[in-house]
């Protein structure tokens, strides 16, 4: 019951990105993210790879691989353990209201980070990752935008997200 709201997520979903890792213009990206429902409902994953979006609109060399699993928390709101590529990963809380689904890694460097989902409209999946310094002003360094397609093997083909 308490994953119903993400499980109705499950799908392919494509789309585009930028993100910003320092001065300059933000990276163009392109990729896809694929929600699944598991195990009978008590858990949902989430795997998302992007690209970087060449001049041409194809993609590049992999610039982002994720895998997450949330589950419900005991004390409300949702467990979400979210595993890189690079070898990163946290755990931590998550919040959905709204259509919304947010949450923040643990502080780094004493910066601190916070992403927000936003599923309120249908087959519509915008996010956008802000950091903060000291917790007042916000600068957004990633933001995505993708639509859910009609079958999940959008996520698995060759050319997906191209």
């Not at 119903?4 to 993210?33: D, F, H, N, Q, Y």
């Not at 360094?141 to 959008?154: G, I, P, Y």
């Given at each position: 019951?308490?994953?119903?709201?993400?499980?109705?997520?499950?799908?392919?979903?494509?789309?585009?990105?930028?993100?910003?890792?320092?001065?300059?213009?933000?990276?163009?990206?392109?990729?896809?993210?694929?929600?699944?429902?598991?195990?009978?409902?008590?858990?949902?994953?989430?795997?998302?790879?992007?690209?970087?979006?060449?001049?041409?609109?194809?993609?590049?060399?992999v610039i982002h691989d994720a895998?997450?699993?949330?589950?419900?928390?005991?004390?409300?709101?949702?467990?979400?353990?979210?595993?890189?590529?690079?070898?990163?990963?946290?755990?931590?809380?998550?919040?959905?209201?709204?259509?919304?689904?947010?949450?923040?890694?643990?502080?780094?460097?004493?910066?601190?980070?916070?992403?927000?989902?936003?599923?309120?409209?249908?087959?519509?999946?915008?996010?956008?990752?802000?950091?903060?310094?000291?917790?007042?002003?916000?600068?957004?360094?990633?933001?995505?935008?993708?639509?859910?397609?009609?079958?999940?093997?959008?996520?698995?083909?060759?050319?997906?997200?191209?």
């Amino acid at each position: 019951e308490k994953m119903a709201p993400l499980a109705r997520l499950a799908g392919c979903w494509t789309g585009v990105g930028s993100m910003r890792t320092g001065p300059g213009e933000p990276k163009a990206a392109i990729g896809t993210e694929l929600i699944e429902s598991r195990l009978d409902g008590t858990l949902v994953t989430v795997s998302g790879r992007f690209y970087n979006k060449l001049s041409d609109g194809s993609k590049g060399a992999v610039i982002h691989d994720a895998f997450a699993v949330i589950v419900p928390a005991p004390e409300g709101g949702y467990r979400f353990l979210s595993h890189l590529a690079t070898g990163m990963g946290a755990e931590m809380r998550g919040d959905l209201k709204d259509g919304k689904f947010t949450w923040s890694p643990p502080l780094v460097g004493g910066r601190r980070i916070r992403y927000v989902a936003d599923w309120s409209v249908q087959d519509r999946w915008n996010e956008t990752g802000e950091f903060s310094a000291d917790g007042v002003t916000w600068v957004q360094f990633l933001e995505m935008k993708l639509e859910r397609q009609k079958s999940v093997d959008a996520c698995a083909a060759p050319g997906a997200a191209s």
